[in-house]
């Protein structure tokens, strides 16, 4: 009995050292392939600057707006649309060509030149259509509204605001 037992172990024991062999004999490799591309940075650069025109400020707070085509008009308050030329800005974006972008804004603020008195541009506007063209450019317009405080002191105003531009 201890014989047969002994005997069928050893030959199940066999059985299976035959069959992983077997099936290490049959084992493949396959090289697989990978591929990745690398896109184009987006940028954004402003081509013209975004003008109020001149403001003749009133007795009151006053808000100047401009719109995407460059027309400006009187949006709250007394003051006077005195005169200058308003203007738009317009930026270029490049980047990846037909690929899709969307645009956001910063605030910021114009400080009198030589003085510390400001007035803020933001509640901004623009007419992108959101999409690189197939060359890999595209332009916008952008508008945005001024406030000029009750009585703001006369004199030349500059200063910055941010633009971004985003994959989508």
Do not use: C, W
């Amino acid at each position: 009995m201890k014989i047969a037992f002994f005997s069928h172990t050893l030959a199940a024991l066999v059985l299976v050292t035959v069959f992983s062999a077997a099936g290490s004999a049959h084992a493949a490799d396959a090289t697989g392939n990978a591929s990745a591309t690398i896109a184009t940075p987006i940028s954004v650069s402003e081509n013209t600057s975004l003008s109020f025109g001149t403001v003749l400020a009133g007795a009151s707070q006053s808000t100047i707006v401009v719109s995407t085509a460059g027309g400006r008009t009187l949006g709250s308050g007394d003051a006077t649309l005195f005169g200058g030329t308003p203007a738009a800005a317009v930026f270029d974006v490049t980047g990846e060509g037909s690929a899709s972008y969307s645009v956001s804004f910063t605030a910021g603020t114009l400080t009198r030149d030589g003085g510390s008195e400001t007035m803020t541009v933001d509640t901004f506007t623009n007419d992108s259509g959101g999409s690189i063209g197939g060359g890999g450019s595209d332009s916008f317009n952008v508008g945005a509204t001024l406030t000029v405080a009750a009585n703001q002191v006369a004199g030349s105003y500059t200063g910055t605001y941010t633009v971004s531009v985003d994959y989508q």
